[in-house]
């Protein structure tokens, strides 16, 4: 019964990395995305507030 025991919490552990791999690959492409839309925003802010300061 030791035996089996030990097995199942090695899959168990297994299991549990492969999860958290998989959770911290999938928030690191989502944050990505994040990043480049806020760059993007940020970009258009400071051209439209250079296109103000010309203007005047």
Known sequence: MNSFTSEHSRFNAKRCVGLMLA???????????????AGKDIESAGEAIQDAADDN
């Open 23 to 37: 959770a911290l690959l999938s928030i690191s492409v989502v944050g990505c995305a994040t990043v480049e839309g």
